[in-house]
C-alpha cells in the first residue's frame, strides 16, 4: 500500500527540539521531491519545507529558516524535519506530502499525504 | 512572497447547489495553481493540479479555471461528503504558499 506515517510528535518546552520522521513505503521514494505542510489547531495550511529527490536541494518557510533542517534517508525510505528552538507558534499538526510528479521534474503540488504528527509546544 | 487570497473565507450552500471559490495571487503564478480538499480531523486531499487539471479519483463536478493571478474552482451538484475546507496552493516559487481557506458548510 502506497502510505506515508509520520511520527515523533510530542509535548515539548519553548526553545526544545525535536526530530520529526516520516516513513514512505509502497512507491520508489528517492524518485519523489516530498515536503513538510503544517496545520496551527484551527488554523489553515502552511508549507514548511521541501527537499529534492536526491535530498541535494532543500526550501524553507520564513518562518522556520535557520531552526529547523529536512533531510531524507533514501536507503530507509524516511524523510525527517529536525526542529530546534521550537516555539509556542510551532504547535501544529505536521504532515509529510508527496511531490505529485517524479524526478527530476517537480511541480510541488502534494497528492499524499500522511495522517500527521501533532507537535505541542508549551510549558 | 506570493499572498493567496481566498474568498469567501466561508459559504453555507444546499445539497446540489452548484459553487464557486476563487482565489487570487498577488503576483502572476502562471498554472502553477492546485486546490484541496479537507475535512475535520483528515490529511487534506489533492483535487486539481496546475489549474485544472484532476487529480486520478476525483470526479468531474470539481473544475478549476484560471491564468495568472485570478483562478476559480467550481464545484457543481453539492453532495453531503463535498461539505469540507478547500485550499489553493501556489506552486510557482518558494516558499509555496496556501490560501487561508473556504469552509463549505450545509445550509
Known amino acids: 500500500e502506497v502510505q506515508l506515517l509520520e511520527s515523533g510528535g510530542g509535548l515539548v518546552q519553548p526553545g526544545g527540539s525535536l526530530r520529526l520522521s516520516c516513513a514512505a513505503s509502497g512507491f520508489t521514494f528517492s524518485s519523489y521531491a516530498m515536503s513538510w505542510v503544517r496545520q496551527a489547531p484551527g488554523k489553515g495550511l502552511e508549507w514548511v519545507s521541501a527537499?529534492?529527490?536526491?535530498?541535494?536541494?532543500?526550501y524553507y518557510a520564513d518562518s522556520v529558516k535557520g531552526r529547523f533542517t529536512i533531510s531524507r534517508d533514501n536507503s530507509k525510505n524516511t524523510l525527517y524535519l529536525q526542529m530546534n528552538s521550537l516555539r509556542p507558534e510551532d504547535t501544529a499538526v505536521y504532515y509529510c506530502?508527496?511531490?505529485?510528479?517524479?524526478?527530476?521534474?517537480?511541480?510541488?503540488?502534494?497528492?499524499?499525504w500522511g495522517r500527521g504528527t501533532l507537535v505541542t509546544v508549551s510549558s | 512572497d506570493i499572498q493567496m487570497t481566498q474568498s469567501p473565507s466561508s459559504l453555507s450552500a444546499s445539497v446540489g447547489d452548484s459553487v464557486t471559490i476563487t482565489c487570487q495571487a498577488s503576483q502572476g503564478i502562471t498554472n502553477y495553481l492546485n486546490w484541496y480538499q479537507q475535512k475535520p480531523g483528515k490529511a487534506p486531499k489533492l483535487l486539481i493540479y496546475d489549474v485544472s487539471n484532476l487529480e486520478t479519483g476525483v470526479p468531474s463536478k470539481f473544475s478549476g479555471s484560471g491564468f495568472g493571478t485570478d483562478f476559480t474552482l467550481t464545484i457543481g451538484s453539492l453532495q453531503p461528503e463535498d461539505f469540507a475546507t478547500y485550499y489553493c496552493q501556489q506552486a510557482n516559487s518558494f516558499p509555496l504558499t496556501f490560501g487561508g481557506g473556504t469552509k463549505v458548510e450545509i445550509k
Open positions: 527537499i529534492s529527490g536526491s535530498g541535494g536541494s532543500t
Open positions: 506530502a508527496r511531490d505529485g510528479t517524479t524526478v527530476p521534474t517537480s511541480f510541488w503540488y502534494f497528492n499524499l
